[in-house]
């Protein structure tokens, strides 16, 4: 079955950098764009950005443009998720999810899908 | 940035009756080049990710049953539960993603009267 396996939780220190990853499986990883979602406690959720796994190009939240940066590995069909300069304001779920939208040899959207299959969520906690 | 506003922020429906949460774009998600609203609910439970429900505003994901639908175009949106089961007490989320960033409702707690 379709499924994105995320990475363990993480405890960081203000000021350090957190990677999360996200392992696809069940479906051809290059055909889907992912997105990352965060969810700091007891609030609600704020799109991070969104990453294509064909070709790679990244759309950023504005807010995070700097701190962010959104990789994939085709070879393991996984995406990664690296926060640097982190803060208390960061401590969060993150989540990872696929992109609905196919993107195959001869087409790709030329616009966001909405989010169907998502991962389990890592819980990164900022704290000294 | 397009802001989703959502309502009410809580619901209480009794058990069997109709449920009806609104969302409301700051402009609208209509992309008129092939008539689709950019538009998703999610539902989401405690301690679990959110569960895509609703895609192309009315369109129902597989497997969501058909208790669920989803209407509006334009800005105005209305998810709708026409017979509130127990295994539906959860947070509901409307969210656009018809240009970046995509956004958020704040989330709608529904829960049992």
């Known amino acids: 079955q379709v499924q994105l396996v995320q990475s363990g939780g993480e405890v960081k220190k203000p000021g350090a950098s957190v990677k999360v990853s996200c392992k696809a499986s069940?479906?051809?990883?290059?055909?889907?764009?992912i997105n990352w979602v965060r969810q700091a406690p007891g609030q609600g959720l704020e799109w991070m950005g969104w990453?294509?796994?064909?070709?790679?190009?990244?759309h950023y939240a504005q807010n995070l443009q700097g701190r962010v940066t959104m990789t994939t590995d085709t070879s393991t069909s996984t995406a990664y998720m690296e926060l640097r300069s982190l803060t208390s304001d960061d401590t969060a779920v993150y989540y990872c999810?696929?992109?609905?939208?196919?993107?195959?040899?001869?087409?790709?959207?030329?616009?966001?899908?909405?989010?169907?299959?998502w991962g389990e969520g890592t819980t990164v906690t900022v704290s000294s | 940035d397009i802001v989703m506003t959502q309502s009410p922020d809580s619901l209480a429906v009794s058990l069997g009756e109709r449920a009806t949460i609104h969302c409301k774009s700051s402009?609208?998600?209509?992309?008129?080049?092939?008539?689709?609203?950019?538009l998703a609910w999610y539902q989401q439970k405690p301690g679990q990710p959110p569960k895509l429900l609703i895609y192309?505003?009315?369109t129902r994901e597989s497997g969501v049953p058909d208790r669920f639908s989803g209407s509006g175009s334009g800005r105005d949106f209305i998810l709708t539960i026409s017979s509130l089961q127990v295994e539906d007490v959860a947070v509901y989320y409307c969210?656009?993603?018809?240009?970046?960033?995509?956004?958020f409702g704040q989330g709608t707690k529904l829960e049992i009267k």
């Open positions: 999810a696929r992109d609905g939208g196919y993107c195959g040899s001869s087409s790709c959207p030329s616009s966001f899908y909405y989010m169907d299959v």
């Open positions: 402009q609208s998600v209509l992309y008129s080049s092939n008539n689709k609203n950019f």
């Open positions: 969210q656009q993603y018809y240009s970046s960033p995509q956004t």
């Open positions: 192309w505003a009315s």
């Open positions: 069940g479906y051809t990883f290059t055909n889907y764009a």
């Open positions: 990453i294509s796994a064909y070709k790679g190009d990244t």
